[in-house]
């Protein structure tokens, strides 16, 4: 079965240059999450998208910005990178809002590790 | 607010030993509990879920019951192997979200 891509799966950048990872959901899923997952971290909530409309906004520095297209994917862009940004991102997808009641469940990519130097 | 609290890690047990990891929840009406697993160098996986209350999710000999009374949705496996060592997290979905615990280590020695 189809599962979350994500791309790349590695990425080396300098400082105060820009970076643009880029997350596939699984087919019809509608709703996108990016997390960010520092070294020994537990994931940190970024930004969620719902049906191309940003749904939710968690700790996501002004100097990032997301959106999900018409194709349902989406990208993070990342400008003014700081070592502190190296970390592991994940992209995870899901098929409508998640609600107490759903049976809707999150699925995951395999992340895109960002190394700043 | 919504919040997941899970026992500090690193856990370390023998081969075959009895696992339990401990999560609780704090959250407004009925959230979906998951576990999730990391092993070493990987992506999150969904190890296994629950919807409701009294619910039992199960998966490669892991358990987890969702008890509403307790707000607690503790892991355990009867008999545990090397190639369970990886970190676990404990979440529950809520409003577009997943709400994480902090992760707990497991370490399996042989």
């Known amino acids: 079965a189809a599962g979350v891509i994500q791309s790349p799966r590695h990425l080396i950048k300098e400082k105060r240059e820009t970076a643009t990872l880029k997350c596939y959901p699984i087919?019809?899923?509608?709703?996108v999450y990016w997390y960010q997952q520092g070294p020994g971290q537990d994931p940190q909530f970024l930004i969620s998208?719902?049906?191309?409309?940003?749904?939710d906004k968690g700790s996501i520095p002004d100097r990032f910005s997301a959106q999900q297209f018409s194709d349902y994917h989406s990208e993070l862009n990342m400008s003014s990178l700081e070592l502190g940004d190296s970390a592991l991102y994940f992209c995870a997808s899901s098929l409508g809002v998640v609600t107490g009641t759903s049976n809707t469940e999150a699925f995951f990519g395999q992340g895109t590790r960002l190394t700043v130097v | 607010g919504n919040s997941v609290t899970q026992m500090e890690g690193p856990v370390t047990l023998s081969e075959e030993a009895f696992l339990t990891i401990n999560c609780t929840y704090t959250a407004t009406g009925y959230p979906s509990l998951f576990w999730y697993v990391q092993y070493p160098g990987e992506g999150l996986q969904l190890l296994l879920k629950a919807t409701k209350a009294d619910d039992k999710g199960s998966n490669k000999g892991f358990e987890a019951t969702y008890r509403k009374e307790t707000t607690s949705f503790h892991l355990e496996k009867g008999s545990v192997q090397v190639s369970d060592s990886a970190v676990y997290f404990c979440?529950?979905?809520?409003?577009?979200?997943?709400?994480w615990g902090a992760g707990t280590k497991l370490i399996i020695k042989p």
């Open positions: 087919p019809r899923h509608d709703t």
């Open positions: 979440a529950l979905h809520s409003n577009y979200q997943l709400i």
């Open positions: 998208f719902y049906e191309k409309m940003q749904s």
